[in-house]
């Protein structure tokens, strides 16, 4: 079949502001939106500029706006969007070149809810144990890829940046609910900061633009709820 | 040009170099840089688990292991360094454990295991639970952990930096040049010690289950500064690649229960190996699919097979064998717990095929996944000038970049997690200890000349050729050529079209003159590289007349320990000319004996 491509693009060593080129390209149903980006880069534009690893859904580097929802391109379909493709950066990050925005305040967002594994007391010779209830608990946060698709559409985070954003807030949920974890406290301190889960208005906007298909706004709200209750039942 | 200073410095941030890192950084001044950032590191693809003999739900022995990792290899893994590697492995993954890694449950709260491929007990012959798990995404929790360890220790990053060339003085190494890629400025890191952690380069066949990212760039920068290169000609295909794409479909389903099945409804590996069947080593079970899809047994006579983990197949096949449950009652799974075990693979199949594994067969067939073959390094990522393994001072590689050899000539399932975590860990430390005993080289004059050399041919070509059909070219004849079954014929018709494509490659000038995120100019520099380990690839595996694990050839189809029971080592020198020189294996404890699954 054959797709109409049109592509946010921004150069800024040469553009005074970004504009939109389109492309018309033979594609399979079945083929990903990237890789009708790197066919537009391999054979009509090798200035055109995006990040891409995987090329199926684990790595997180291609996340972009497609036809204005928010999508990793290498787990978008063509036959999920028809003939007609328009193709954008994520939104609330500053845009670099092209598709590539500016991730620093994302990871810096990130690294502000203590994401790591705490537990203070001598490890034991073998494994913590921990039931398999307990493992389930926090087992939906622990898919996170880091891709920036969730907070990237929350409309909080555009109004600020400085929210911590549902990412963020997904990564420390993955620790306050681990049963072997001992920084609960000074987590749920953060997220109780000005700049943090009360940003959350229930928009869901996260929870469809997950690749990952974790249920965010529910662990938003675990996270709201553990706080209002001062418990992690 | 920038210059910094680190007492140790990793180049890469998947598992190897996140835990070199980590390591280095508890006792000297650490980097890491990579050309991604670090969480979409390849080794986050890795789905089915870590190999470490835990006997969590089953009677289990790190020598089990080491013998299971020794006739996997085909023997050609160095049995001293295999016996390390399996002896470490149950302490790592407990220390992972400890770092918070979140891997499944048995019912008592232990890490949970599964079988998977090549892995037994070594009395009975039968597959053994040795893979420790989180549900098909084991890779991205080893991953995530370590990433979050390092910020926890934190250990500096520069992210998005792409290396571009070693820096060597008097022999030792002394720094490396990075591109930041934000800005295209070029870096210079200067450093006691350099523990490369790269990975892989599956980019350069057609059907790969590797990441854009995995262009060999570790191998080809250090080829450059006259390191050999190891075990080139042993690449793995791994059996099980969704079919066209090549998106790789865990070994876990397998070890779950699936079963491969032809065109005909048959269940072909009882054919090809009667003992363990579906759970054979991967060049076996390659190979048989390639056999079936030749002698028509395609699906549909197509290339492809059917991976079939529905559960109904599931359980049928396992009364057949007679598996059973840890407690001894039957296996009788349901679709909802084979979504609960491998749910990513689920989503894979819905999301690329429209199929649903739980009610249909997924077409597979055998897809490009792991080097063998990389730098020479002995088991503590001391990385080896020559065949007879003089130390280069200062200079570290681990991971998949890394030739040890544990893996020789076929890789078991769950043994690449475990390198990356065993090496990283002994590389980093090492490297932390040679940095406190040893002043900083001097830098060479000029340190970015051969970088900025490199850079100018691919921007100054004249535009006659483009890459991107060299890329195309050459991912096609090496799968044709260079893949599962080899012979001389077509081995030589691959190097010839690769050298032919190395040539036209200088004719080729990338569009983009700009600074900023130039990744026209970062991907040409890539095929490089691919280009130049294709040829390596070739040239060892022409010179290797016999078949051994991940290197079949038909006009030679037996294993020759006679005259092969050896390590190639590929120098290239500055004219481009290959030589080979060899290195004998290893050998402790287990003599070679033919190896039946």
């Given at each position: 079949?054959?797709?109409?491509l049109?592509?946010?693009?921004?150069?800024?060593?040469?553009?005074?502001?970004?504009?939109?080129?389109?492309?018309?390209?033979?594609?399979e149903?079945?083929?990903?939106?990237?890789?009708?980006?790197?066919?537009v880069?391999?054979?009509?534009?090798?200035?055109?500029?995006?990040?891409?690893?995987?090329?199926?859904?684990?790595?997180?580097?291609?996340?972009?706006?497609i036809?204005g929802?928010?999508?990793?391109?290498?787990?978008?379909?063509?036959?999920?969007?028809?003939?007609?493709?328009?193709?954008?950066?994520?939104?609330?990050?500053?845009?670099?070149?092209?598709?590539?925005?500016?991730?620093?305040?994302?990871?810096?967002?990130?690294?502000?809810?203590?994401?790591?594994?705490?537990?203070?007391?001598?490890?034991?010779e073998?494994?913590?144990?921990?039931?398999?209830?307990?493992?389930?608990?926090?087992?939906?946060?622990?898919?996170?890829i880091?891709?920036?698709?969730?907070?990237?559409?929350?409309?909080?985070?555009?109004?600020?940046?400085?929210?911590?954003?549902?990412?963020?807030?997904?990564?420390?949920?993955?620790?306050?609910?681990?049963?072997?974890?001992?920084?609960?406290?000074?987590?749920?301190?953060?997220?109780?900061?000005?700049?943090?889960v009360?940003?959350?208005?229930?928009?869901?906007?996260?929870?469809?633009?997950?690749?990952?298909?974790?249920?965010?706004?529910?662990?938003?709200?675990?996270?709201?709820?553990?706080?209002?209750?001062?418990?992690?039942? | 040009?920038?210059?910094?200073?680190?007492?140790?410095?990793v180049v890469?941030?998947?598992?190897?170099?996140?835990?070199?890192?980590?390591?280095?950084?508890?006792?000297?001044?650490?980097?890491?840089?990579?050309?991604?950032?670090?969480?979409?590191?390849?080794t986050?693809?890795?789905q089915?688990?870590?190999?470490?003999?835990?006997?969590?739900?089953?009677?289990?022995?790190?020598?089990?292991?080491?013998?299971?990792?020794?006739?996997?290899?085909?023997?050609?893994?160095?049995?001293?360094?295999?016996?390390?590697?399996?002896?470490?492995?149950?302490?790592?993954?407990?220390?992972?454990?400890?770092?918070?890694?979140?891997?499944?449950?048995?019912?008592?709260?232990?890490?949970?295991?599964?079988?998977?491929?090549?892995?037994?007990?070594?009395?009975?012959?039968?597959?053994?639970?040795?893979?420790?798990?989180?549900?098909?995404?084991t890779?991205?929790?080893?991953?995530?952990t370590?990433?979050?360890q390092?910020?926890?220790?934190?250990?500096?990053?520069?992210?998005?930096?792409?290396?571009?060339?070693?820096?060597m003085?008097?022999?030792?190494?002394?720094?490396?040049?990075?591109?930041?890629?934000?800005?295209?400025?070029?870096?210079?890191?200067?450093?006691?010690?350099?523990?490369?952690?790269?990975?892989?380069?599956?980019?350069?066949?057609?059907?790969?289950?590797?990441a854009?990212?995995?262009?060999?760039?570790?191998?080809?920068?250090?080829l450059?500064?006259?390191?050999?290169?190891?075990?080139?000609?042993?690449?793995?295909?791994?059996?099980?690649?969704?079919?066209?794409?090549?998106?790789?479909?865990?070994?876990?389903?397998?070890?779950?229960?699936?079963?491969l099945?032809?065109?005909?409804?048959?269940?072909?590996?009882?054919?090809?190996?009667?003992?363990?069947k579906?759970?054979?080593?991967?060049?076996?079970?390659?190979?048989?699919?390639?056999?079936?899809?030749?002698d028509?047994?395609?699906?549909?006579?197509?290339?492809?097979?059917?991976?079939?983990?529905?559960?109904?197949?599931?359980?049928?096949?396992?009364?057949?064998?007679?598996?059973?449950?840890?407690?001894?009652?039957?296996?009788?799974v349901?679709?909802?717990?084979?979504?609960?075990?491998?749910?990513?693979?689920?989503?894979?199949?819905?999301?690329?095929?429209?199929?649903?594994?739980?009610?249909?067969?997924?077409?597979?067939?055998?897809?490009?996944?792991?080097?063998?073959?990389?730098?020479?390094?002995?088991?503590?990522?001391?990385?080896?000038?020559?065949?007879?393994?003089?130390?280069?001072?200062?200079?570290?590689?681990?991971?998949?970049?890394?030739?040890?050899?544990?893996?020789?000539a076929?890789?078991?399932?769950?043994?690449?997690?475990?390198?990356?975590?065993?090496?990283?860990?002994?590389?980093?430390?090492?490297?932390?200890?040679?940095?406190?005993?040893?002043?900083?080289?001097?830098?060479?004059?000029?340190?970015?000349?051969?970088?900025?050399?490199?850079?100018?041919?691919?921007?100054?070509?004249?535009?006659?050729?483009?890459?991107?059909?060299i890329?195309?070219?050459?991912?096609?004849?090496?799968?044709n050529?260079?893949?599962?079954?080899?012979?001389?014929?077509?081995?030589?018709?691959?190097?010839?079209?690769?050298?032919?494509?190395?040539?036209?490659?200088?004719h080729?000038r990338?569009?983009?003159?700009?600074?900023?995120?130039?990744?026209?100019l970062?991907?040409?520099?890539?095929?490089?590289?691919?280009l130049?380990?294709?040829?390596?690839?070739?040239?060892?595996?022409?010179?290797?007349?016999?078949?051994?694990?991940?290197?079949?050839?038909?006009?030679?189809?037996?294993r020759?320990?006679?005259?092969?029971?050896?390590?190639?080592?590929?120098?290239?020198?500055?004219?481009?000319?290959?030589?080979?020189?060899?290195?004998?294996?290893?050998?402790?404890?287990?003599?070679?004996?033919?190896?039946?699954?």
């Amino acid at each position: 079949m054959q797709v109409t491509l049109k592509v946010f693009r921004y150069n800024p060593e040469k553009d005074k502001k970004p504009h939109y080129e389109t492309y018309k390209l033979e594609a399979e149903p079945t083929d990903r939106v990237l890789d009708l980006l790197e066919k537009v880069k391999g054979y009509e534009d090798g200035t055109l500029s995006f990040r891409r690893s995987c090329a199926h859904g684990v790595c997180g580097s291609d996340a972009m706006r497609i036809n204005g929802s928010n999508k990793l391109a290498c787990k978008a379909l063509v036959h999920d969007f028809g003939a007609k493709i328009t193709v954008e950066p994520i939104l609330g990050l500053r845009v670099i070149k092209d598709l590539i925005v500016d991730m620093e305040p994302f990871f810096d967002n990130f690294r502000k809810v203590l994401p790591y594994f705490i537990n203070d007391d001598p490890a034991p010779e073998k494994e913590r144990y921990q039931s398999r209830e307990d493992r389930e608990r926090f087992d939906d946060t622990t898919k996170c890829i880091l891709c920036a698709a969730c907070t990237t559409s929350c409309p909080s985070f555009w109004a600020s940046d400085e929210y911590l954003g549902p990412s963020a807030i997904v990564n420390a949920h993955r620790f306050i609910f681990d049963s072997r974890d001992q920084g609960a406290a000074e987590r749920l301190k953060i997220m109780n900061e000005v700049m943090g889960v009360s940003r959350c208005h229930t928009v869901y906007n996260c929870t469809l633009a997950c690749p990952r298909e974790i249920q965010i706004t529910k662990a938003i709200g675990e996270v709201k709820k553990a706080l209002m209750t001062g418990s992690l039942e | 040009m920038k210059t910094h200073q680190f007492e140790v410095l990793v180049v890469g941030a998947g598992g190897a170099g996140l835990m070199a890192g980590l390591y280095a950084s508890r006792t000297a001044k650490t980097a890491i840089i990579s050309k991604l950032y670090p969480t979409r590191s390849h080794t986050g693809a890795a789905q089915g688990g870590v190999g470490a003999a835990l006997g969590s739900l089953e009677e289990d022995h790190p020598e089990w292991h080491t013998y299971d990792t020794v006739k996997g290899s085909d023997y050609l893994g160095d049995q001293d360094a295999i016996e390390f590697m399996c002896e470490e492995a149950v302490q790592a993954v407990y220390e992972l454990e400890h770092m918070g890694l979140p891997f499944d449950r048995t019912a008592d709260g232990k890490i949970s295991q599964r079988p998977f491929g090549g892995h037994t007990n070594n009395v009975t012959g039968k597959p053994v639970m040795r893979a420790c798990h989180a549900a098909d995404r084991t890779g991205h929790m080893i991953l995530q952990t370590l990433y979050q360890q390092c910020i926890k220790n934190k250990v500096n990053f520069f992210d998005e930096f792409q290396v571009v060339d070693l820096l060597m003085t008097d022999g030792k190494a002394s720094g490396v040049v990075a591109i930041e890629i934000a800005t295209g400025e070029m870096h210079v890191f200067h450093a006691k010690a350099i523990i490369i952690a790269t990975g892989g380069h599956g980019r350069i066949w057609e059907i790969t289950s590797n990441a854009y990212a995995y262009t060999g760039d570790g191998v080809a920068i250090t080829l450059r500064r006259g390191i050999p290169a190891e075990d080139m000609e042993f690449f793995q295909f791994h059996p099980t690649g969704i079919y066209k794409l090549g998106i790789l479909i865990t070994e876990g389903v397998r070890g779950e229960g699936g079963v491969l099945i032809n065109g005909k409804g048959e269940r072909f590996m009882e054919k090809y190996a009667p003992n363990v069947k579906d759970l054979a080593s991967r060049d076996v079970i390659s190979r048989a699919i390639y056999i079936e899809v030749r002698d028509g047994n395609g699906v549909n006579g197509k290339n492809y097979v059917y991976l079939d983990v529905r559960p109904e197949t599931v359980n049928h096949y396992a009364a057949i064998d007679g598996r059973k449950r840890p407690d001894g009652r039957p296996i009788e799974v349901t679709g909802e717990e084979i979504l609960g075990k491998l749910p990513d693979i689920v989503d894979f199949c819905r999301v690329y095929l429209g199929v649903d594994p739980i009610t249909q067969p997924m077409p597979i067939q055998p897809t490009a996944h792991y080097a063998m073959g990389g730098i020479p390094t002995n088991k503590f990522g001391e990385v080896h000038a020559d065949e007879k393994k003089t130390v280069i001072p200062g200079l570290y590689a681990a991971g998949e970049v890394a030739c040890v050899s544990v893996h020789g000539a076929n890789r078991l399932g769950t043994n690449s997690l475990l390198d990356l975590i065993v090496f990283g860990k002994h590389a980093g430390l090492k490297a932390a200890e040679f940095a406190r005993g040893n002043e900083y080289q001097p830098l060479p004059e000029d340190p970015t000349a051969f970088a900025r050399e490199q850079l100018e041919r691919v921007k100054n070509g004249d535009g006659t050729e483009n890459a991107f059909d060299i890329a195309t070219e050459m991912k096609k004849v090496m799968f044709n050529d260079m893949g599962i079954f080899r012979n001389s014929k077509d081995m030589q018709n691959a190097l010839n079209k690769v050298r032919e494509l190395k040539e036209r490659f200088k004719h080729v000038r990338v569009q983009d003159t700009g600074r900023i995120f130039n990744m026209d100019l970062i991907n040409a520099w890539e095929l490089g590289n691919l280009l130049d380990l294709a040829e390596v690839t070739t040239v060892s595996a022409l010179a290797r007349t016999e078949s051994r694990g991940g290197h079949a050839r038909e006009d030679y189809p037996d294993r020759d320990d006679q005259n092969w029971l050896k390590h190639t080592f590929a120098f290239v020198d500055g004219s481009g000319r290959i030589e080979l020189k060899y290195q004998p294996v290893t050998i402790t404890r287990f003599t070679p004996k033919a190896r039946v699954y």
